[in-house]
């Protein structure tokens, strides 16, 4: 019969293998703890008007078959606008715009979200809009695709942070490119800085709306070591620290784990699973 202090040894010693091989499965898929981040469903804001419409009346039809029209291309799109007149009288016009970094699967996960909140959050609202992280949803009986809005909708600024604001303005300057709907990103040093315009505004509108974004960041977060802005029609936001490169997760406002790192520690885990298992094994046959 094994000695008490033998059982317990075996046991110590199965009980680390199982904590490294379950430390292992978490290193070696680093997009579940990366992903952890990429909140992409948080909140942002919602706007709701003071108007209401009657239950059952042709506008709310309209809007509920609004709503279940910008469903389904979110799976395939990252933009769309519709405008539903099914039951005549006063037609309902809305649009969606994601993140033109998320996947599909994700775009179409927060859009679904987005709708889902729109009915608590504003309730019989002839107007509603509401922007998550990685997504915008709105309506409105007003005909407002199309055009240009640069008025300010939400604004949020970090802590101070005066020996950046060189360096944020370096990397805000560098949102000037991209095409219709892009996701704009700049970088310098460690500021790192990000911008989108809704899909349904031209080149040059959306260079303006940017333009107007950048110029409302600077005077509202000043010296802040992060800043967001949130026009009618587009976005910007900065922060300071984090990797940049093309990778979705860079975006983030989280740390970015470098491959090589990750390489490294994967390294020295699996060696010390694998000397582990042959001491245990080793141990086990020569009793």
């Known amino acids: 019969m094994q000695d008490s202090s033998s059982s317990i040894f075996d046991c110590t010693i199965l009980e680390l293998e199982m904590s490294l091989f379950f430390l292992l499965l978490f290193l070696f898929f680093p ?27 042709p506008y709310q039809l309209n809007v509920d078959s609004l709503l279940t029209s910008l469903a ?20 309902a016009y809305g649009l969606f715009q994601c993140r033109t970094d998320l996947p599909t699967s994700d775009c179409a996960t927060c859009v679904r979200s987005a709708l889902d909140k729109l009915p608590s959050l504003c309730p019989y609202a002839t107007f509603a809009a509401v922007q998550l992280k990685g997504c915008f949803v709105r309506y409105s009986n007003d005909s407002f695709i199309g055009n240009p809005d640069t008025a300010l909708v939400y604004k949020k600024c970090g802590g101070s942070g005066s020996e950046m604001v060189g360096l944020r303005d370096a990397a805000l300057g560098g949102l000037g490119g991209g095409g219709t709907g892009e996701y704009r990103v700049g970088a310098a040093g460690r500021v790192r800085a990000l911008a989108q315009c809704v899909g349904d505004q031209g080149a040059r509108e959306c260079s303006e709306c940017v333009a107007a974004a950048v110029e409302q960041v600077n005077d509202a977060c000043g010296a802040a070591n992060a800043g967001n802005v949130y026009l009618g029609k587009c976005y910007v936001s900065y922060w300071s620290g984090g990797a940049y490169d093309s990778d979705r997760s860079s975006h983030y406002h989280g740390d970015h784990v470098s491959a090589k790192t990750l390489a490294i520690v994967l390294a020295v885990t699996v060696a010390v699973v694998i000397g582990i298992v042959i001491f245990s094994i080793m141990r086990r046959n020569g009793k």
Not at 31 to 57: E, K
Not at 74 to 84: E, G, I, K, N
């Open 31 to 57: 997009s579940m703890t990366i992903s952890s981040f990429d909140d992409f469903n948080s909140f942002v804001y919602v706007g709701c008007s003071q108007n209401r419409y009657t239950l059952g009346s």
């Open 72 to 91: 389904n291309p979110a799976t395939f799109s990252s933009y769309h606008d519709f405008t539903s007149n099914a039951a005549a009288a006063t037609p």
